[in-house]
C-alpha cells in the first residue's frame, strides 16, 4: 500500500545512455512533481504536472523530458546522460497543487 | 524569489534531551506553508510538520514543534525527548500558494542531526 512508488529505486549507466524513471501515486493527488537531489543533498524542482498537463518547468536541459500518461503516473526520460546527471530523483504528489507533498523513495541514478 | 536558509549544518543531542534547529526564509508573499522534513540515512523524504502562514498557533506532532515567528521570517523546529530514530537530515521548506495549480518547494540545505547515547 505504498503511496508514492518509484522504479527503479537504483540506476547504474553509461554516460550516453538513454534512461527512465517511472513513478505512480496511490493517494488520488492531481499533481505530481519530479525533484533532484544532488551530491550535496540540495533539493531542486524540475517539473510539475497537474491533471497530465506541464505546470512547473525549471531550468532543465531539454534531454531531460516528463511524460504524465495519467494523473497517478508521472515518468521522467533523460536522454543521453551525463556524469552531471548523477543525482537522487524524487518524484512527489499533492492535492490540487496547493497542499503538503509527499515523497516517493528516491531513484539514485549514477552516470559511469 | 524566495529563499530558505538553514545556517546549521550539523548538530549533535543526547538521547532524550531537547533540540532546536533554525531556519529562516525569505520572502515578500503573505501565502504560504511551511516545512520540515526529515531524511534518514534510508533515503525517503518523511514530512514532520506543516506550518500555516494564516495560522498564528504553533503546529505540534506529538515531540515536534514548531516556533514560527512571521515578522522574522523565522521557522525553528524543536525536537523534545530526542530518540535514535530522529538521527537524519532535517530539511526546511517553503511553498508559496500561487494562484495557479502547482506550487513548488523551495528547500534549504538541510541540518544533519546526531542523536547519541
Known amino acids: 500500500d505504498t503511496a508514492v512508488s518509484q522504479t527503479p529505486k537504483y540506476l547504474v549507466t553509461q554516460m550516453g545512455n538513454d534512461k527512465s524513471i517511472k513513478c505512480e501515486q496511490n493517494l488520488g493527488h492531481d499533481t505530481m512533481y519530479w525533484y533532484k537531489q544532488d551530491s550535496k543533498k540540495f533539493l531542486k524542482i524540475m517539473f510539475s504536472y497537474n491533471n497530465k498537463e506541464l505546470i512547473i518547468n525549471e531550468t532543465v536541459p531539454n534531454r531531460f523530458s516528463p511524460k504524465s500518461p495519467d494523473k497517478a503516473h508521472l515518468n521522467l526520460h533523460i536522454n543521453s546522460l551525463e556524469l552531471g546527471d548523477s543525482a537522487v530523483y524524487f518524484c512527489?504528489?499533492?492535492?490540487?497543487?496547493?497542499?503538503?507533498?509527499?515523497f516517493g523513495p528516491g531513484t539514485r541514478l549514477t552516470v559511469l | 524569489a524566495q529563499t530558505v536558509t538553514q545556517s546549521q549544518p550539523e548538530m549533535s543531542v543526547q538521547e532524550a534531551e531537547t533540540v532546536t534547529l533554525s531556519c529562516t526564509y525569505d520572502?515578500?508573499?503573505?501565502?504560504?506553508?511551511l516545512f520540515w522534513y526529515k531524511q534518514p540515512p534510508s533515503r525517503q523524504m518523511i514530512l514532520v510538520i506543516r506550518q500555516e502562514a494564516y495560522k498564528q498557533q504553533n503546529a505540534t506532532e506529538n515531540r515536534f514543534s514548531v516556533n514560527f515567528q512571521k515578522a522574522a521570517k523565522s521557522f525553528s523546529l524543536k525536537i523534545s525527548d530526542s530518540q535514535l530514530g530522529d538521527t537524519a537530515m532535517y530539511f526546511c521548506a517553503f511553498m508559496k500558494l500561487s494562484t495557479g495549480t502547482a506550487s513548488k518547494l523551495t528547500f534549504g540545505t538541510g541540518t544533519r542531526l546526531q542523536v547519541t547515547l
Open positions: 520572502t515578500s508573499e503573505s501565502n504560504y506553508y
Open positions: 512527489a504528489s499533492s492535492n490540487q497543487g496547493r497542499d503538503t507533498q509527499y
